[in-house]
């Protein structure tokens, strides 16, 4: 099992910045992909990054935020710039491992409130 702890959000304006970590442990051999996602649109993606490094963004983020990863403290970041009201919700941490059968499994976090205000 991997377990997920997740730290950041918070209250912001408007053109501010925040950041949001994610740590897993536990099991965390074979862990591939790491992500946030939020909750409105059905857990849309917000962007990942993969075991190697390569990123993905959801066009909406795309200049403002920038995802990264520490693979030795099984971490991952997401730094949050330039903040928009259309931002606010709910930011779920999801790390995916390879099971012993070579199969997928998702764990997510709790998730993390970000608001940011006009």
């Known amino acids: 099992q991997v377990q997920i702890m997740e730290s950041g959000g918070g209250l912001v304006q408007a053109g501010g910045s925040l950041s949001l970590s994610c740590e897993a442990s536990g099991s965390t051999s074979r862990i591939n992909a790491m992500g946030w996602y939020r909750k409105t649109v059905d857990r849309a993606l917000v962007a990942s990054i993969s075991s190697n490094g390569r990123t993905n963004y959801a066009n909406s983020v795309k200049g403002r935020f920038t995802i990264s990863r520490d693979n030795a403290k099984n971490t991952v970041y997401l730094q949050m710039n330039d903040l928009k009201p259309e931002d606010t919700d709910t930011y779920y941490c999801?790390?995916?491992?390879?099971?012993?059968?070579?199969?997928?499994?998702?764990?997510w976090g709790q998730g993390t409130q970000v608001t940011v205000s006009s």
């Open positions: 999801n790390v995916e491992r390879f099971d012993r059968w070579n199969q997928i499994r998702n764990y």
